[in-house]
């Protein structure tokens, strides 16, 4: 069973920083897209960042030039650099991974972790 772990959550003052890793443990055969997904208070869950395994990525436009997503593929990890803090980034954070879970598995399995609290505020 792949389980998807995160950290680095916490509370931070504005225009503060934080780092959010999460690392997939569990046999899995191969993880392609790795991802960051942010629920805010009274709203969806919304994609904040994306990479794909050639490290490309994506940024939704409210956190452009402020976060900065990166993976180590060795380890199964994914992180997100998170400057310039604002109280709208409050939300918890979930890590996603698309991964096949065995070399014979022709369909892709979508992973979630269960979430880190991010919250800014003085």
């Known amino acids: 069973q792949v389980q998807l772990v995160e950290s680095g959550g916490g509370l931070v003052q504005p225009g503060g920083s934080l780092r959010l890793s999460c690392a997939a443990s569990g046999s899995i055969f191969r993880i392609d897209a790795m991802g960051w997904y942010r629920q805010r208070p009274g709203k969806q869950r919304e994609l904040v960042a994306g990479i794909s395994s050639r490290h490309e990525t994506n940024y939704a436009n409210s956190v452009k030039g402020r976060f900065t997503i990166s993976r180590d593929n060795a380890k199964n990890t994914v992180y997100l650099q998170m400057n310039s803090l604002k109280p709208e980034d409050t939300a918890v954070y979930f890590c996603?991974?698309?991964?096949?879970?065995?070399?014979?598995?022709?369909?892709?399995?979508?992973?979630w972790g269960r979430g880190t609290q991010v919250t800014v505020s003085s």
């Open positions: 996603n991974a698309l991964g096949l879970p065995g070399p014979s598995d022709r369909y892709y399995t979508d992973y």
